[in-house]
Structure formats: C-alpha cells, structure tokens
C-alpha cells in the first residue's frame, strides 16, 4: 500500500509545538524502518514513517498546533478536595 | 454460541467471510487507520480487518473492525448476519431479561502465559500502536475493558466497573486516561482521590465481543457488567483473579496491563478524534503508571477506528444504548414501545409511546433527560406515537412534519449536564437540551385539526406477504 512518506533523518523540533527537547521512545523491531519520538513540552508522539503532516513542522495543520499558553491553559478534570477524616 | 476470547470470534468471522484478511505489507501509519476508515464505507455487512504484516514489527497482529457492521454486530450474539436491526435490539432486549447471570471463576487464564513488570516494561514491545487520525496527540488504546473497584466499597461486585475509556500512550510504562464525569470510572477516581489514593485499575485488550458490548452499554452504577455478559451471551463469562491488583478481569483477555491512576496527578493529554466526529483534548487528565503486563504469546491487538459516522464506535454503541434506555423507561412508563438511540451513543434519542392523555409524551421525554445515560447524552429527545418505529427514520421525519407544532412542541431546558466531548454545549460540561413532542395531542390537548389518520388497510399484510413470496420467483 502506501510507501513511507518520511526520511528517517533524527527529528529536530517536535512538528506540534516546535520545541527542541525531543525524547526517542522507540525504535522499529526491524532495524532501520522507523523511530517514535516524543516531545518533552506538548508531549506529542510521532513515528518516522508518518505522513509530513504528522511529523514535519510547515506542513502540520495550524488547527492542531499548540503553544505554551496552550499547555499551560488547558482544562483540567478537576481535582476533588481531600476528605477531611 | 459464546465465545471465550477474541481469537474464537475471529474464527467465526472467518468462516462466516466477514474477516478479510490483510497479507501484504503496510505501513502503520495510515495504512491500518485508513483501512479500517474505508471498511466502514463497505456498509452493514461490512467485514472486520486482520493484518500480519505491518512495516517494522516482527510480529504484529491488529484486528480492526471487529464490530464494525451489523453483520459483525449480530455474529457477536450468536445471530444470523443477515439479522435485522431491530431485530437485534429486540433480541438485546429479550436477553437483558435473564440478567444477572453471575461470571464463573476459570483457572489458567490465557493470558497468564508470559509477564512482564516495573522498569522492564516497554508497551510498545507488546502492542503494535498506530495513530489513527491526523490531530490525535499520539497513539491510543480505545477499546479496552478497564476494571476498576469502588474504593469505598471494594467487596461490592455490583459497583465495581468494567467500562471502554480513551487512553493515551505517554511512554513505555505511562498512560493518560479520560474519565468522564458521568461515567463510573469518574466515580470511582473522585472516591480515590478524596481519600488521597490512588486507583488501582486493569486494562483489558483483545476480549470475547460480548464483553466489549457490555463495557459500552450505560448501566446503571451498581450493575455489574460481567453479569450482562452472561445474559447476552447464554453462558456466565469467565473471569480470573490479575495477579498484581486481585482485580476481576476476562480470563480470556489477549492482553491484561496493571496498574493505577495516580491520584491528584493531571498532565496535558490529547487532542482524540471522538466518537462526536470532532477531536477534543489538550486538557490536563490523569496518568496512568503501568506496573505489571500479562500477555498470551503472540497477542493480537484488537483496536477502534472511528470517525465521519457512522465506524466502528457507531455499532458498539449502538443496541447497547437502546436497551438500558429502554428498560429504564419501561419501568416508569409501561407506555412506551421502543427507543431509538443509535445516533452519536444517544446524543440524539427517538422514542415511541402510547399517549396516556395529553401532555403525557413531554413527560417521557423529561424522563429521558433524567436516565443515568441521559445526564450525560440526550442532547436532543424525538418523543413519537406508538404506531411511529423509531428505527424508521422516514417515518419519524413524517411525525416531525405532521405532529408537531414548534410554538408549544419544542422544550429547551438550559445548563443541563452534558459529556465534555459534544462540541455543541455551551461550556464543556453542560449544555442546553431539546425535547421534541412529536406526538399526536391527547385530550384534553386539542390542538391540531388531526380528524382521523389515515392508516395501513386491513388486508395490507396479506397482500404484503403475497407480494414477496411473487417477488422471489
């Protein structure tokens, strides 16, 4: 079917948010197909082989972009008060 | 007709031709998400997906589509593929009759064959994770059983849950989850984190189909999920002890991963494409840390696509949110015929009744906004008559255009609770719901110039019966 769409040159900002502090979290079982790397700040995940607009920053829909403030803003499911025992 | 793991319904799906078997080689991404994106556009007997052979594994094993067609939907159950809609909601429905049927306790689970715990954890040797939409924030597990335990009430096998909920793979041995308020594994983490706990939970992968039908059928909080398991499917269904947390889970189960939520903890999670058709996240849920995996070898990943409806999600959520619906009317209202709430898991709602006297039909409709699947869903109630099939959509389009009456028939009730995930509330968490009288008034409601309906001629049926016979041949 499709043939992989991505080089697996070593990524060097996370395609969501731009950041730089990139961790490799995985590697193919079969050496050299593909990585997964993982971004520090947004913590979004990709694998190598994705299509460019998974996993190349000019080609990622804004719509899906996120920044600090969108991090540091998010809803949060509420934490519940301790019970006072 | 019951099936005790995965593995033996895709047997069946087999034999049956509604497995087709993917050989050639693909790449993860978006080879198995658009497959199975596609597969929904084959239709109501469209086939559920097996591929071996994905680009960088050794060893993968993804099953895709597994309830993604009625056909599908009707092999779970035991039926003929060519089973009706209807017909297996009715079925459903005659089944949930026998509930509770307890669960039997089975030694030498399947997937006790191998194990692996703490820092020599690493999920993405054991799953083959695939993204499936373009916004998804990274790769999901979506359509695991999760069992969890009410932690103020442990023994009580009632409220303890076995519930599909979104997960996130953060890392090697982290997780996030998504909790739903009204969902009861929101309860049980709310319970844990007032007593400054964490919850101890089992995700379950790759189960017998039934099981993953009651872990997305709207219970009631202390209806145990495994005993409707053993009503729906004629047998009671076998579970074992996971061996880290004690908790109850399949004993067939491919994969079970132990762990907990950790309490008070919140991390950015998401965004998901959900079952809405639109993406939510990038909010601050929970994580969760894996602590133990137990696994049978060569384990299949049974996964979800879902998307544009209706896919996958639209059939597992489909009868199962009629019934309980159902049930839960017909009790306060033995008026009422059937329900409809196939559309978005019963964000939408149609149901038909008897009109006791005049005002009666807005009152079902209330009723339903007050269900425990309704404080969450039922954004929008169609109340019908009796003679009207919710199921018939052309149907309920002629009460809309003829029993209706918009200055007096349409109810907006404001600020209602309402899942985070329906993109139309007002805040994410409440919104404004729509109850819809499409009945024909009862007296002393004399609006209207109805005089009398026109109905189905006497010797229709016969004749009906005659024509398919003819038209056979």
Redesign the interface.
Known sequence: ?????ATNATPTECP?CGHDRLDQ??T???AG??E?Y?CQQ??????T???A??TQRDAY?D??K?TVD??RN????P?????QS | MAYDDLRSFLDALDKEGQLLRIT????????VA??ANAVSRLGEAAPALYFDNV?????ARIAMNVHGSWANHALALGLPTTTGTKEQVAEFINRWAKFPVKPEWRDNPLWAQNSVEGDDI?L?DILPLV?LN??D???YIDKAGIVSKDPDDPENSGKQNFGIYRIE????RKLAIL?VPVHDIALHL?KA????EDLPIAITLGNDPVLSIVAATPMEYDQNEYELAGALRGAPAPIAKAPLTGLPVPWGSEIVIEGVIEG?K????G?FGEFTGH?SG?????VIRIDKISYRTDPIFEHLYLGVPWTEIDYLVAANTCVPLYEQLKKDFPEVQAVNAMYTHGLAIIVSTKNRYGGFAKAVGMRVLTTPHGLGYAAIVIVVDENVDPFNLPQVMWALSTKMNPSDDLIVVPHLSLVELAPQSDN?GTGAKLIIDATTPARPDNRGNYGNQVHDLPEMGEWLTKLQQLAKH
């Open positions: 079917m499709a043939t992989k769409t969501r979290i995985y193919s079982p079969v197909v593909w997964i993982h947004c913590l979004y995940s990709w694998r082989t994705e299509p607009r998974r829909p719509s899906f996120m969108d991090i998010a809803i949060e499911l934490v519940p008060p301790l019970r | 050639e080689e693909v790449m993860p991404e978006p080879d658009a497959a680009a960088g594994f050794n060893n690493n993405f993204r373009d916004g924030g990274g790769f793979v953060k890392g090697p909790p709310r984190e007032e007593r400054g008070r919140r991390e950015v999670e965004p993406y990038g909010r601050n849920l929970p994410p």
